[in-house]
Each structure stands twice: as structure tokens, then as C-alpha cells.
């Protein structure tokens, strides 16, 4: 039997789970470190509370094992296994242990207690090649990860870049499986489709003009995302008149919040109630408006609402499951090239160095214009993890 660690449900694996309990073919238990997300969660990068709006539990097999009961998914040293991890897997007969990462302690204990009672380790991590590491950690670093990826016998690489990073570890190709981020793109095509005709209505209430041309930037309001990028760049477009009526929707929170709204013209302001009576002529701040965070069920709105996204984020963004979930929406992308998922998801076209407001600018327009076209591709699937674990499992058993 495989067993799935993982620190709590999230919205984005859930799917697999799901998709891998239907197709009946690999035997696993889904084990969550805590409840984080399926009751009400402190999020300290959002700055509030939340739970997800949709079933994050039913259709698979899952428990709850003792992570600490104060535990959450970003607490590296407290989010721990307290109980004995080696008798649990004997005792449902484990052959295979699969970590998510090694950010938190209990993924390295659960690798020391899946060696000791004879299990494989599985690995699917998001880190990758895109970022620079200060010369000062590098040793230290490479240490660590030299000592867990000789543990682990499987590696499902999430895209490119996590798969160079694995390679210039001396992972074999023997031992890299194919299972790429990926959203439940079905529920998000289908919840686009059944508001697209609510668009203008769904842009009013925004505060958003019929006419203008609408950037979305969704997310955390961290400092790796360099939301302030995005600003610049409109404020550029609407001082050298290429793009006077853009406008800017914000969907998230977080400590960045504060510094971004007294950079925009805040027309639309979810936290203060609604609408405001602020305008933006030529040469000021751009409109803004700032919906708030919206749950699963609610960010379709923003996708429909929106012409494009941006993703101006630095190389700490290992992904961008956002934009995921925008291109499944029908919505197109521009993303900073130090983004993990940027030359798996868009063409280069649709990319801009992480920083240069410049590009971004330049990127937007083109978009706006009408000069950007994506090529068709397929986007990655919940069916191509189900069948990277189910190569797995199989290569599993025939080694056994």
C-alpha cells in the first residue's frame, strides 16, 4: 500500500486523490499532518482566517495523524510526527511512504521511518533551478538534499525546472516520473462558462469600466510576488498614453495591502465596503479595485471579470498554481520568466524578466493590442498524475 503524507488538504491535490480512489489501481491512504483549510485556518501570509468553500475530504481514503495540535503547513520545526511513523506504516502494511517536499521536520522523519520499515520514498517537491541560493547556504544546502535524494527511490518531477534540479543532483532519469502541477481544470472551465455571461455585470460591481482594459494580480500580497511591479507598469502605460484605460483588479490580501492601495486610485475597496468614489486621469496613480480574498467557488469571477493575468513574481515563486487556474478559465497569462511554471504553462511571448517593469509594460500592450496569441497545447491534468502514480506503483511492484 502506498502512503501519502501530506501536511494538510489542499486544494490542488485533493483532485488526485480523488481521480486515484476511482481508478482503483493503486492501494493508498492519504495521511494529513493537520486540519489546516477544512475548519478555519489562520493564514499569517493573508493576514486572516479562512476554509475552503469546497469537499476537501470525501471520495478517498484518508486520516488524521498527530502533526501537532498547533501545528500548521509553514511551521517547519513544529510540524512534526509525534507518534511512531514506523509502526503506523507496518502496521498498514506500507510499501511506499510519499512526501510533498521537505519543508517541514516530519517529511525527514517519516524518510528515516520509511527506510527503517523497509518502504520506498517517493518524492514530489516544488523547489527548482530558477533561484539563486546565497553562497553562504549553498554548502549546507546541498548537504541536506544530497542526504535525502539518495533516500529516495521516486522522484515525480512538477515541470521543467524541478526536473533540472533533480538532474543536477545526479538523480537518474530511471527514477523521474512525469506528474506536473496541475488545478482541477474541469471545475474551473466549468465555473467560467456558467458566469461569462455575467461579465459586465461582475465587472460593475468591481467598479471595473466596460471599456477598460482589466489586469488581474492574484494572489498574496507578499513581496515575492512583486504585486508593486504591476502598478508601475500600468502607471507607465497610462503616462506615455499606450494604455490610458487600464485598470487593475487585486484579489487576495495580505502585508502589502496597505502600500499598494496608496499607489493606486482606489475605485472598488471589498474590505471598506465597496465601492469608492476615486478617479484616475492620465498621468496618476491607475484605478485599482480589491476584491478581497475569494474562496474556490468565488475566484472565477475574477477570471471572467479580468482581460489577463500577471504574475510578476521572483524566482521564490516555485510555481504559480494561478495560473493554472486562469488558462483554464479561458484567461491568458503573462508571467515573470523566475516563475517555476513559466516555460511549462506559456510561450516566451508571454514572459518578462522578473523586475523590469519595462517588459511587463511592453507585455500588457501587446496583449491589449491584440499582437499575443498562444499556441493550442493541452494544459497538465489531474489524468497525468494518476497515471505517473500509477508507472509508479507498477515499477513498484515489479521490483518487489
Request: hydrophobic share 45%; aromatic share 10%.
Amino acid at each position: 500500500m502506498l502512503v501519502i503524507l501530506t501536511t494538510h488538504p489542499i486544494q490542488y491535490q485533493v483532485p488526485i486523490w480523488k481521480a486515484l480512489a476511482a481508478a482503483a489501481r493503486v492501494p493508498f491512504e492519504v495521511w494529513y499532518l493537520t486540519r489546516h483549510g477544512v475548519e478555519p485556518s489562520r493564514d499569517s501570509e493573508f493576514g486572516q482566517s479562512f476554509s475552503w468553500d469546497i469537499d476537501m475530504l470525501s471520495g478517498y481514503s484518508h486520516r488524521f495523524i498527530d502533526g501537532g495540535s498547533d501545528a500548521t503547513p509553514v511551521d517547519t520545526w513544529s510540524c512534526r510526527l509525534r507518534e511512531n511513523f514506523r509502526e503506523q506504516l507496518s502496521a498498514r502494511g506500507a510499501t511506499a511512504v510519499w512526501i510533498q517536499g521537505w519543508q517541514v521536520l516530519a517529511y525527514w522523519q517519516a524518510v528515516r521511518a520509511a527506510r527503517a520499515a523497509a518502504c520506498e520514498v517517493w518524492l514530489r517537491g516544488e523547489s527548482n533551478d530558477l533561484g539563486a541560493t546565497p553562497f553562504w547556504k549553498r554548502p549546507f544546502k546541498r548537504a541536506l538534499l544530497f542526504w535525502l535524494f539518495r533516500r529516495v527511490d521516486r522522484f515525480l518531477y512538477i515541470g521543467s525546472a524541478n526536473k533540472r534540479l533533480y538532474r543536477s543532483f545526479g538523480v537518474a532519469e530511471a527514477k523521474l516520473y512525469r506528474a506536473p502541477y496541475m488545478v482541477d481544470n474541469e471545475r474551473f472551465a466549468r465555473q467560467a462558462h456558467a458566469l461569462r455571461g455575467q461579465r459586465n455585470e461582475l465587472r460593475r460591481a468591481w467598479g471595473i469600466p466596460d471599456d477598460a482594459f482589466c489586469v488581474l494580480f492574484c494572489g498574496k500580497f507578499i513581496a515575492k510576488k512583486r504585486p508593486h511591479d504591476l502598478i508601475a507598469a500600468a502607471r507607465r502605460l497610462k503616462t506615455d498614453g499606450r494604455l490610458p484605460n487600464i485598470h487593475l483588479l487585486f484579489v487576495g490580501a495580505g502585508e502589502l495591502g496597505k502600500a499598494l492601495r496608496e499607489q493606486c486610485a482606489v475605485v472598488f475597496d471589498a474590505e471598506k465596503g465597496g465601492l469608492a468614489n476615486a478617479t484616475a486621469a492620465n498621468g496618476e496613480p491607475p484605478a485599482a479595485s480589491f476584491a478581497g480574498f475569494l474562496n474556490q467557488t468565488e475566484i472565477s469571477k475574477a477570471y471572467v471579470a479580468a482581460d489577463c493575468l500577471a504574475l510578476p513574481s521572483d524566482a521564490g515563486e516555485t510555481w504559480g498554481l494561478v495560473v493554472n487556474e486562469a488558462l483554464a478559465s479561458g484567461l491568458e497569462c503573462l508571467v515573470s520568466k523566475a516563475c517555476g511554471c513559466a516555460e511549462d504553462l506559456v510561450s516566451a511571448s508571454f514572459t518578462f524578466p522578473a523586475g523590469d517593469v519595462a517588459a511587463l509594460a511592453d507585455r500588457i500592450v501587446s496583449l491589449a493590442r491584440g499582437e499575443l496569441h498562444r499556441p493550442p497545447g493541452q494544459l497538465p491534468s489531474v489524468e497525468d498524475n494518476v497515471a505517473a502514480v500509477q508507472q509508479a506503483y507498477g515499477d513498484l511492484q515489479a521490483r518487489r
